[in-house]
């Protein structure tokens, strides 16, 4: 099976140097203080349903404005920019009604990096610039009930899932992502169903891209929402041979340093951090200054931990470009060697020596 040569371009950077992320999309586009006007567009000015808030839906309706998001990243120092399709799934489009359109949000979204890529890179005769296709957590989980009453009763199918991601997949290839980015994975189930869908897509299209994943650790226990510990989680999703693991969002970069040294212990592929810009304040904010970041994860590279380093909520382009200059004089984690005992998950991990 075939690898694209962008994508191999961007794994290549692996093997060189730290590589940067870019950050925040949702909390960028709050800046911009969009309307239902702005979301709706004049193609959907008659919706029956609400679209504020719909991030997505914008790479149809203002593309002009994720675009420019995507751009500052890149001018900020951002190798990889991951397209704007969090939400692009027919599961997570429903609450919209707008599951029709998912096919076309997602290439609306890489055209928009696409664009931004261009720009970047011809400013910058020689600068290669990735688009890592994002693939979000969905609003139905797997794992969990969503009726405290009834615990074995689930909002959606493993079937249902996989063919919502299915349908993403296929777009966002179509549309010619370097990379696919399966990110802020609370549940594992849905997670090893997105992992399932692509590689039932690569078989569809005969070529693959490389294959990042990004857990959150929900809170300071250092466990997923569903239960599992961080090795747990790896031990899960480590059939499926990622190109990179890592942890996002939820937490703040101190936060998270115990799991993103464990991680980098267990590892047989790359390692990736790109945590919050802090915990939320009273306010729903976040007040980590590009500084404060930049301290915690440039001691995250120093230490030998990481391959791939950004941001999540609440961060900026000034904090990416911060995050650059810190890691830019560390080496890259060293991936370490394939594991020779047989390793199982439940909610903790079980090694059979």
């Not at 870019?22 to 911009?32: H, L, R």
């Not at 719909?54 to 001018?75: A, F, G, V």
């Not at 594992?188 to 994943?213: H, Q, S």
């Not at 650790?217 to 990622?242: C, E, M, W």
Request: net charge negative.
């Amino acid at each position: 099976m075939t690898t694209p040569p962008r994508s191999k371009a961007l794994e290549q950077l692996f093997s060189q140097r730290i590589v940067i992320l870019d950050g925040a999309m949702g909390s960028m586009v709050q800046t911009f203080k969009p309307t239902e006007a702005d979301y709706r567009g004049e193609r959907f000015k008659a919706h029956p349903h609400d679209v504020k808030n719909n991030s997505d839906l914008l790479c149809l309706t203002r593309p002009d404005i994720i675009e420019s998001i995507h751009l500052q990243y890149l001018e900020a120092g951002a190798d990889v920019i991951e397209t704007n399709t969090f939400s692009a799934t027919a599961i997570a489009q429903a609450d919209f009604k707008l599951e029709p359109y998912v096919k076309e949000l997602n290439l609306a979204a890489v055209a928009c990096a696409k664009r931004a890529v261009a720009k970047a890179e011809a400013k910058s005769p020689g600068r290669q610039c990735f688009i890592a296709g994002a693939v979000g957590p969905l609003n139905r989980t797997l794992s969990l009930s969503p009726d405290v009453n009834r615990p074995d009763f689930r909002a959606v199918t493993w079937a249902q899932v996989v063919e919502s991601y299915t349908e993403q997949v296929r777009a966002l290839l179509e549309g010619g992502v370097d990379a696919l980015l399966v990110e802020t994975i609370f549940d594992t189930l849905n997670a090893k169903a997105a992992l399932f869908a692509i590689e039932a897509v690569f078989d569809e299209v005969g070529f693959r891209v490389p294959v990042m994943v990004s857990v959150t650790i929900t809170d300071r226990s250092g466990r997923t929402l569903s239960g599992q510990t961080i090795t747990a989680f790896y031990n899960s999703v480590r059939h499926a041979k990622p190109f990179s693991v890592g942890i996002n969002c939820a937490l703040g970069g101190k936060d998270m340093r115990p799991y993103v040294e464990e991680l980098a212990q267990v590892a047989e592929c790359h390692v990736s951090c790109y945590p919050n810009a802090g915990l939320p304040n009273a306010f729903g904010g976040y007040d980590e200054t590009p500084a404060d970041m930049a301290n915690v994860l440039g001691d995250f590279a120093k230490q030998g931990w990481l391959n791939l380093v950004g941001g999540c909520c609440g961060s900026t382009p000034a904090h990416i470009a911060a995050i650059a200059q810190a890691v830019k004089p560390q080496k890259p984690h060293v991936v370490g060697a394939p594991h020779t005992v047989q390793r199982l998950s439940g909610l903790e991990p079980l090694t059979i020596r």
